[in-house]
């Protein structure tokens, strides 16, 4: 069976606060941790009122620290906010306290509005345009302390110096994401969850155009897919409401904390908006363990991730971690601890 993963947004609803939020994420890392998933990974995005985390760094040195088995990792660093000397120093010292656990995922998007963008980076420099390759180059020439004689870099070292960086992963979700990972040949994460690009297409152009690199002989891809898995189909169907009315608001641009089930339920959808939510739903895996394998398999198949990272936003957060038990269960995955 393909292993399993976990992309988290620490997603605030309307009966859990931000910082509530923030800890049902440790929760459910170390719920997660026990089951026999790979990896825990924490997204970072600014100003969006259903989202709690703008920092993985922090959120990932937290879960590390009660956890025992699972990597943990950045899903992602946004790079265009911060200096790559800042990211190399943080997450040096994060591999040097949880060796071997960690992971650095990069995007190339600010994960906010231009606003907050602007406010991010004000302070910083002042470039236009998208500078995540060169900013990208930055963070390796860190690693590999290797600006030239007379750079003004040359003779500054990211401390703690005996420590690498953990692997870089490059995130995205369209075709120049998918060439770029395998051009530099890093390992490559999709994010079929809110992609528009096709995920088949991504994974495979990234296989077959990689290069190997010092950073990785092979490629290495991982597929993130939203599911919501309960006992039956007609729960989750149920669990799923919340989702369909919070992925319709955001794309009228409303991004408001997740709201209950019953509030979902009782919302008077127009037949557009019906519509709407059925072509969301096409980024969305709802069932029985049984019927999200079902549906699950074509894509596996057809893409050939090397490992499947799930993202569960459900207004409950025991039936969150029920759905990641069920999928455990399902993948056959070995329990550890």
Known sequence: MIPLSVLDLSVVTT?????????????????????????????????????????P??????IAAVTKH????????????????????????LEALFPGRIDLGLGRAPGTDGATAYALRSRLDRREGDDFLERLHELILWQTREFPSGHPYHNVVAMPDDTPLPPIWLLGSSDYSSELAAQV???FAFAHHFASHDAIDAMVHYRNRFQPSAWSASPRAILAVAVIAADTDEEAEKLAASFDLNRLR????????????????????????????????????????????????????????????????????????????????????????
């Open 15 to 55: 009966g859990t606060k931000p910082a509530a939020a923030l800890r049902n994420s440790i929760d459910l890392a170390r719920h997660v941790d026990g089951l026999g998933y790979v990896r825990y990974w924490l997204a970072e995005h600014h100003n969006l009122a259903s989202v709690a985390s703008p920092a």
């Open 185 to 187: 040949g890093m390992g």
């Open 250 to 337: 955001r794309d009228l641009g409303q991004y408001l904390p997740l709201p209950s089930v019953e509030e979902a339920l009782a919302y008077p959808y127009t037949g557009s908006e019906r519509t709407s939510i059925q072509r969301n739903r096409s980024r969305l895996f709802v069932g029985s363990p049984a019927t999200v394998q079902k549906t699950l398999q074509p894509l596996i198949d057809a893409s050939k991730p090397d490992e499947l990272m799930v993202i569960t936003a459900v207004y409950d957060h025991e039936a969150r971690k029920k759905s990641y038990s069920l999928l455990a269960e399902a993948f056959g995955l070995k329990a550890v601890g």
């Open 70 to 93: 699972i990597r943990v990792g950045s899903g992602g660093v946004m790079l265009p906010n911060h200096a790559p000397l800042v990211v190399a120093e943080r997450f040096k010292m």
């Open 57 to 62: 760094d922090v959120m990932i040195g937290q």
